[in-house]
């Protein structure tokens, strides 16, 4: 009865990791005599747990990955220029603490968006808003949304997300229209949010991608300063899968 009235309380005030937990909790408060404010702050832990959680399933939905990798999935047999202690480092978002741009290179297979991917799931864990765009997808957005008179609806929302990834830039030249538009999406964002980039083509580059040199430099001093920079290496992943489960 007890326990029915305490499930049905905690249901009416959105308590659910306490509801959830509640049963399992008394009946180690009961095996072990724990003191009663300790078996509050285990039933509070919980509650906060499932709310932390509940915030980073939502979080990663609305980001839009297109996978579920994850930094524990990423296979450190392969030697793919990434130090165990570097990889460790990037696990701990120091580089979103310290308001810097994370630069992915490396060429095709060699894990850039995995990678991307896995950082982000990882900071949206952390209850950090992030969004996940291939370049080319988020310029057919902005013609789309110039074209209906949403532009500036367009910017802001993609403004919200405090952590912007942009997957394979420079797979091809910018438009000066797109390049503008990169623009303005950078100035909303320079020192307040951060943007993380993969790409096949390194920073030094990135200027040939586009018409106006003046308009370039805007968009490359926006992204590079400040950044950390990350160079893959190695070849493809997949294809060394692949091989790897051919039969010999």
């Not at 009961?30 to 959680?53: C, G, N, V, W």
């Not at 992915?104 to 982000?120: R, V, Y």
């Not at 160079?231 to 790897?244: F, I, Q």
């Amino acid at each position: 009865m007890i326990s029915d009235q305490t499930r049905l309380l905690a249901h009416q005030l959105r308590l659910f990791g306490i509801h959830a937990q509640m049963e399992r909790r008394a009946a180690e408060a009961l095996a072990s005599q724990m003191h009663p404010l300790d078996f509050l702050r285990l039933l509070l832990e919980d509650e906060a747990l499932f709310r932390k959680d509940r915030v980073a399933k939502a979080l990663a939905t609305r980001a839009g990955f297109r996978s579920q990798a994850a930094i524990e999935d990423w296979d450190a047999t392969y030697d793919r220029g990434i130090a165990k202690a570097k990889l460790k480092e990037l696990a701990t978002l120091g580089f979103f603490t310290g308001k810097e741009n994370l630069l992915l290179f490396g060429k095709t297979g060699e894990g850039k968006t995995h990678l991307a991917i896995a950082l982000g799931r990882r900071l949206c864990a952390e209850g950090i808003s992030t969004a996940f765009v291939p370049v080319n997808l988020l310029f057919e957005e902005i013609a789309a949304a110039k074209a209906a008179g949403k532009y500036l609806q367009l910017l802001r929302q993609l403004n919200k997300a405090k952590v912007l990834v942009l997957d394979d830039f420079g797979l091809r030249s910018y438009t000066h229209e797109e390049a503008t538009a990169l623009v303005d999406l950078l100035e909303e964002r320079y020192q307040r949010g951060i943007v993380i980039i993969t790409s096949q083509v390194d920073s030094r580059g990135w200027t040939k991608l586009f018409e106006d040199p003046v308009v370039a430099e805007a968009i490359v001093d926006r992204l590079v300063h400040p950044s950390q920079r990350v160079v893959l290496k190695g070849g493809s992943y997949r294809e060394r899968l692949a091989n790897a489960k051919k039969p010999t």
